[in-house]
């Protein structure tokens, strides 16, 4: 079971509280480092205001060495997918190869009345989402001479020289490797199955999980792919304590209920992460995200890399 680190920097965070944060992640031997990508804080007054994802990952990308990055997620609505294409290859250039894209629909209206971000529809920002897995994967997989051209609904390229390229080349159509996400019972694991190199399910429960896994693994075998080559995942909320006291004073640092976190997060002592971890690697988990919300208690990670992942 590989554990990973998941910031919200839009609730507020510089870039050095994340840099501070993603080196400490890596000293400690957690497998990567990822943020999400929002421009409006959901909570707080997000103070001293949201940093850009890619601008951060770039950041990060010289300032670690080992460690993965990536967002969960980049959403479709930000960026031309064009642009997206080369700004991903060129950060994973920038750290030698350790970036991933999560990319999902958006979702999140207010971010973008603040900042006159144009949000469609459900149904168009599923289309314009499809539109973007197919484009940014073939600009990356174009052999290096040829040009590539896309001809959508909603983007159209043309002669295009599909460069820069990524450093890696091991994503399920090549390039870097991408994370899909979501409940949706249709759209979701249909798209995962053909585009996904990992699948995550963020903050849901243990049967869910089950149900959800199952729908995207029908969908591969549907279009002849083996599940096996999807990595499966799950993001929880992290609240672990050494005892009940310390327990409760980081559920109240981020606003939240001890008894909730128990049964929504992965909360409680070391010893009960470690078996809801096992519960849900039971259900194909390979990986956990660890959404951490108190970016300045580094003593958090700290207790989970020596209590917890050894025993996962």
Known sequence: MELR????????????DLLAVALEAERLGFDAFFRSDHYLHMSGDGLPGSTDAWTTLAGLARDTSTIRLGTM????????????AIQVAQVDQMSGGRV?????????????????????????????YAEQL???????????????AFDGQHYRLA?????????????????????????????????????????????????FTGVQFARVRR??????????????????VLCVGEDEAELAR?????GREVDELRANGLAGTPAEAVDKIKRYEALGAQRIYLQTLDLSDLDHLRLVAAEVMPHV
């Open 159 to 207: 002669d295009s020289p599909a460069l820069p390229k990524p450093v890696q080349t091991s994503g399920h159509r090549g390039g870097v490797p991408v994370l899909i996400g979501g409940k949706g019972a249709r759209k979701t694991p249909a798209l995962a199955a053909a585009y996904a190199d990992e699948f995550n399910l963020p903050f849901v429960d243990e049967e």
């Open 5 to 16: 680190v998941f910031t919200e920097p839009q609730q507020g965070a510089t870039y050095d």
């Open 250 to 254: 980081r559920a109240a640092a981020i």
């Open 73 to 84: 997620m980049t959403s479709a609505t930000f960026r031309h997918p064009g642009v997206l």
């Open 100 to 128: 991933e894209l999560g990319i999902g629909a958006g979702w999140f209206t207010q971010e973008h009345t603040a900042y006159g971000i144009p949000f469609p529809d459900t149904a168009e920002r599923f289309e314009r």
């Open 134 to 148: 197919e484009l940014i994967t073939g600009l990356w997989t174009t052999p290096v001479g040829e040009h590539y």
């Open 219 to 236: 969908a591969a075998e549907e279009i002849g792919r083996d599940p096996a080559s999807i990595t499966w995942s799950n993001a929880l």
